[in-house]
């Protein structure tokens, strides 16, 4: 609404500006009455939409929010205008003490005072300048902060996170924790790099603690995806939706739902998730062809298939983790054996406890029909993640194994494994949460 009463005097005031600097005496008066009369204009429009706000939020409850990128940005505008107005007088001022004869000796001021207000005019009021420069405004300032303010460490680790160089990235955020043990963000990315090393009970305990200090649909995610991991489905499910409850645009909620969702065998939910995702990802369509599969369509799930490899090779061009495990996933899936093989294998060279791979492995192996390689790859799994062993164990690809002795006291000892990790989960005390 302040837009519309605003945004035709700030078009009408630039063009009354550039036509006063041609010299000529009525742009100049017009000018004048412009600084003179927008200013009181400005404050009742403003003053008329917070009192019309009031009267409309009347009898609600009120909310603290915390200071938004709009609000700051709109600071920056308040500062740059005091700036501008400030120029506007000073040249007045000029102007006035030269027409008497006083002080004709201005000419720095002057230009200064030109300088200040053409930069006014390029920054607040030409269309294409001045909006990107105020809307990026408090990502330049995160930018500063993150290479030599106070959250160097904690930008620092985040990098190193993205980048799989995990010690450098638990080393930065460690020290970052340390000298500010209030902010949530440390604990969360913590959290994510321990997801990265496969240590879920520690992850889960971060995001715990992530959560404590501030609720947000990231610490939501982690902490979703650390107990989906450990074997507590419905709880990371609950997680998963409360950060969409926060955050329904949240990227890969809707996407470990839809995990979530498979694990339990809840297949048509699943789809409704995957469905909804806004974020077209190869997680989301590896998601979507397990669920075809699970339902009998070879040929939906194949081409849900390809979409993956498609996506992850585009993602391995921006170093996105996980990306080519993924590939060879697919190419598993899609009976593509040499592929997934020649995949596989350089993965397990650079990261021989990747799980995805050996999962990748286990899958080719089925299909060269060679079950001492998958008990292999399945005692390798399982005490890394013992979850992950029962859904290998239980995928309709597997089930034909559990005719054997040795396959059913696999299943076995990941379900006891699993059900250890489970009552861990059940019993973990979470931290207070935190008033602030």
């Given at each position: 609404?302040r837009?519309?009463?605003l945004?035709p ?17 009525f742009w100049?008066r ?6 003179l009369?927008?200013?009181?204009m ?5 003053a008329f939409s ?9 009898g609600?409850p009120?909310k603290?929010a ?8 709109r ?5 740059l205008a005091?700036i501008g107005?400030a ?5 007045m001022?000029?102007a006035?003490?030269v ?10 001021l ?5 300088a200040?207000i053409?930069?006014?005019a390029?920054v607040?009021?030409?269309p294409?300048?001045?909006l990107?420069?105020?809307?990026g405004?408090p990502?330049i ?6 290479l030599a303010?106070r959250?160097?460490?904690l930008?620092?680790g985040?990098?190193?996170a993205?980048?799989q ?6 080393t ?14 440390a604990?969360?990315?913590?959290a ?9 009970e520690?992850?889960?305990?971060l995001?715990?603690?992530?959560l404590?200090?501030?609720l ?15 074997g507590?489905?419905?709880e990371?499910?609950s997680?998963?939706r409360?950060?969409?409850?926060l955050n329904?645009?949240?990227p ?9 969702l498979i694990?339990?065998?809840r297949?048509d939910e ?5 469905e909804?995702?806004?974020l ?8 979507m062809g397990a669920?075809?599969r699970f ?10 298939y390809k979409r993956?490899?498609r996506?992850?090779a585009a993602?391995?061009l921006?170093?996105?983790p ?6 060879a996933?697919a190419?598993?899936e899609?009976g593509?054996?040499?592929?997934a093989?020649?995949a596989a294998?350089?993965i397990l060279?650079?990261s021989?406890?990747?799980?995805p791979?050996?999962y990748?492995?286990?899958r080719i192996?089925m ?7 998958i008990?292999?790859m399945?005692?390798?799994i399982?005490p890394?993640?013992p979850?992950?062993?029962?859904m290998?164990?239980?995928d ?11 396959f059913?006291?696999?299943?076995a ?6 059900g250890?990790n489970?009552?861990r989960v059940?019993?973990r005390?979470?931290?207070p949460a935190s008033?602030?």
């Amino acid at each position: 609404m302040r837009g519309i009463f605003l945004g035709p005097p700030l078009v009408g005031g630039l063009i009354v500006f550039l036509s006063a600097t041609t010299g000529a005496d009525f742009w100049g008066r017009a000018l004048a009455v412009f600084i003179l009369t927008w200013p009181p204009m400005a404050l009742l429009v403003v003053a008329f939409s917070k009192i019309s706000e009031a009267v409309r939020k009347r009898g609600q409850p009120k909310k603290a929010a915390a200071p938004t990128a709009r609000a700051q940005a709109r600071g920056t505008l308040l500062f740059l205008a005091g700036i501008g107005f400030a120029s506007i007088v000073a040249l007045m001022v000029c102007a006035t003490l030269v027409a008497e004869g006083e002080n004709s000796d201005n000419s720095t001021l002057v230009v200064a005072g030109y300088a200040v207000i053409f930069g006014f005019a390029a920054v607040i009021l030409i269309p294409g300048v001045g909006l990107p420069l105020l809307i990026g405004m408090p990502s330049i300032v995160r930018l500063f902060r993150s290479l030599a303010g106070r959250e160097k460490d904690l930008y620092k680790g985040m990098r190193c996170a993205l980048t799989q160089r995990l010690g450098d990235a638990d080393t930065c955020l460690f020290r970052y924790r340390t000298r500010y043990p209030k902010d949530h963000r440390a604990p969360l990315w913590q959290a994510i790099v321990l997801l990265q090393q496969y240590r879920q009970e520690e992850a889960l305990g971060l995001a715990d603690e992530a959560l404590s200090l501030q609720l947000s649909p990231e610490g939501f995610l982690t902490r979703g995806q650390a107990l989906l991991n450990l074997g507590a489905t419905e709880e990371a499910l609950s997680d998963f939706r409360s950060g969409l409850a926060l955050n329904p645009r949240m990227p890969f909620c809707r996407s470990f739902s839809g995990y979530a969702l498979i694990d339990l065998r809840r297949l048509d939910e699943a789809i409704a998730e995957f469905e909804k995702e806004k974020l077209k990802s190869s997680l989301l369509f590896m998601g979507m062809g397990a669920v075809r599969r699970f339902l009998g369509d070879r040929q939906l799930a194949a081409e849900e298939y390809k979409r993956a490899i498609r996506q992850a090779a585009a993602d391995q061009l921006f170093g996105l983790p996980g990306s080519a495990a993924l590939i060879a996933c697919a190419r598993a899936e899609l009976g593509e054996i040499s592929e997934a093989k020649e995949a596989a294998a350089r993965i397990l060279e650079k990261s021989p406890s990747d799980l995805p791979s050996r999962y990748a492995v286990a899958r080719i192996a089925m299909a060269e029909g060679d079950p001492d390689r998958i008990e292999t790859m399945l005692r390798e799994i399982i005490p890394v993640s013992p979850h992950q062993g029962v859904m290998a164990l239980t995928d309709p690809e597997f089930t034909p194994l559990l005719t054997e002795e040795r396959f059913r006291r696999l299943l076995a000892w990941a379900l006891g494994a699993r059900g250890q990790n489970l009552q861990r989960v059940n019993s973990r005390v979470l931290p207070p949460a935190s008033a602030s």
